[in-house]
T-cell receptor, first 114, second 116 residues
Framework: DQQVKQNSPSLSVQEGRISILNCDYT??????FLWYKKYPAEGPTFLIS?????DKNEDGRFTVFLNKSAKHLSLHIVPSQPGDSAVYFC?????????????FGKGTHLIIQP | DAEITQSPRHKITETGRQVTLACHQT?????MFWYRQDLGHGLRLIHY???????NKGEVSDGYSVSRSNTEDLPLTLESAASSQTSVYFC???????????????FGPGTRLTVL
């Protein structure tokens, strides 16, 4: 049973436009969410996180939105750049009990087209 | 600069052999984790440790073991390698001060293991 779902295996966006990556979760105990970016042959790199006490967190071109009632979060990248082409993983954690470590989605391959 | 390293980066072994993958971090983080990445599965937690002499099983721990004798290292051992353990393995660490605390993990570059 997949607790963190990224339903789009891939996404193609034109350079300069907005990229929106989506993530859904089923475990209501999750209260901390992270996005990681991964290039081929490298480890995942931390991008941005959000706690369940917030509904938005911004860092430069990256914004994460959290909708707790819908158990949905999204990552917005504006404007998209060629270097953003990578696989993006959504991850979740419970700090109040339950699973330890991070639970990851399967990833979305973002392709930025010139 | 503080970092997390893994060795070897690539390993080919035969079914039934014991294999140990190394993970070393210089951040002085208490928490260390091992994940495997497979097509169609994302990253899955194998084992983790919240401090010296502490180890815990993750989602896919069968066939793997870890030991934590110091803060810096968490080696992952495959007792008897199987073809199903062909994967890319990532080590991660975090500095969260205790259990049940929101946690940002930082990953090593990965080890690609092939079991023939």
């Amino acid at each position: 049973d997949q607790q963190v779902k990224q339903n789009s295996p891939s996404l193609s966006v034109q350079e300069g436009r907005i990229s929106i990556l989506n993530c859904d979760y089923t475990n209501s105990m999750f209260d901390y969410f992270l996005w990681y970016k991964k290039y081929p042959a490298e480890g995942p790199t931390f991008l941005i996180s959000i706690s369940s006490i917030k509904d938005k967190n911004e860092d430069g071109r990256f914004t994460v939105f959290l909708n707790k009632s819908a158990k949905h979060l999204s990552l917005h990248i504006v404007p998209s750049q060629p270097g953003d082409s990578a696989v993006y993983f959504c991850a979740a954690q419970s700090s109040g009990g339950g699973a330890d470590g991070l639970t990851f989605g399967k990833g979305t391959h973002l392709i930025i087209q010139p | 600069d503080a970092e997390i390293t893994q060795s070897p980066r690539h390993k080919i072994t035969e079914t039934g052999r014991q294999v140990t993958l190394a993970c070393h971090q210089t951040w002085n983080h208490n928490n260390m984790f091992w994940y495997r990445q497979d097509l169609g599965h994302g990253l899955r937690l194998i084992h983790y440790s919240y401090g010296v002499h502490d180890t815990n099983k993750g989602e896919v721990s069968d066939g793997y073991s870890v030991s934590r004798s110091n803060t810096e290292d968490l080696p992952l051992t495959l007792e008897s390698a199987a073809s199903s353990q062909t994967s890319v393995y990532f080590c991660a660490s975090s500095g969260a001060p205790g259990l049940r605390v929101p946690d940002t993990q930082y990953f090593g570059p990965g080890t690609r293991l092939t079991v023939l």
